[in-house]
């Protein structure tokens, strides 16, 4: 935990004294927590999707340790996503929320596709069964990552396309943001993957004490 603070005490010290755009003012700022909640939100699910094939194929319960780890942190991620942009839209376009925004809506779909996940761990005891009924939703709501991306592009959408990934971007080698912001930008990014890996590492061991009492009844602490 003592690991977790730190690395939210720097986030929070480079979001407080990072650079902002002029044009939008201090409200820019939120950049850096929006960008890398959404990134932790994409990379978790991505890796969600991974070790719930494997178990699928497997069945061994460290690849479905790693699956539910990843998804509780990115659960907790995509719920910044939602916070952080919500505040965003509304120092910016002067509205908590756009109904009629689809990557703001696919965004609040991804979040209810995590918490599926986790929540359905918790309708049957049978850990065999619920872990392999969950691997499914780890491997089809995987398909929510790309939608979300290019629903910019493929809807009309009040919602900023990409800067630094985006077709411009890429053809030219030059994003649309100043230098020292993608600087703060990225280093928001190392921090929020090393946060991530924090919070898997504790969610992992949770779940390992899960597996262990279930394949080894025997060995649980009597009453």
């Known amino acids: 935990m003592k690991k977790i603070s730190v690395l939210v005490f720097f986030w929070s010290i480079i979001v407080y004294f990072g650079p902002y ?60 996503t939602l916070i952080s942009g919500s ?4 120092l910016t376009w002067g509205s908590w929320w756009v109904w009629g925004d689809a990557r703001l809506n ?24 619920t872990a392999k ?9 995987i398909i929510q990552i790309p939608i979300i991306h290019f629903s910019v592009i493929w809807w009309r959408s009040i919602h900023q396309q990409a800067s630094i990934l985006s077709q411009e971007t890429l053809a030219s080698g030059n994003p649309p943001i100043s230098t020292d912001i993608l600087l703060i930008l990225g ?6 993957t090393l946060l991530h890996l924090l919070f898997v590492t504790l969610f992992r061991k949770i779940s390992d004490i899960e597996w262990e009492n279930y394949l080894n009844p025997s060995n649980r602490a009597k009453i």
């Open 21 to 80: 755009d002029t044009t939008q003012g201090l409200s820019s700022k939120i950049l850096y927590i929006h960008v890398p909640s959404v990134w932790i939100a994409y990379f978790a699910y991505s890796i969600t999707f991974a070790y719930s094939i494997k178990y699928i194929l497997n069945e061994d319960p460290k690849f479905d340790s790693m699956a539910v780890a990843n998804a509780k942190s990115g659960l907790v991620f995509t719920a910044i």
């Open 87 to 90: 505040i965003w839209g509304k």
């Open 106 to 129: 696919l965004t609040a779909i991804l979040f209810l596709v995590y918490l599926g996940y986790i929540s359905s761990r918790s309708f049957n005891p049978d850990l065999l069964r």
């Open 133 to 141: 009924n969950s691997s499914y939703i780890g491997v089809f709501g």
């Open 187 to 192: 280093l928001g990014l190392v921090l929020t």
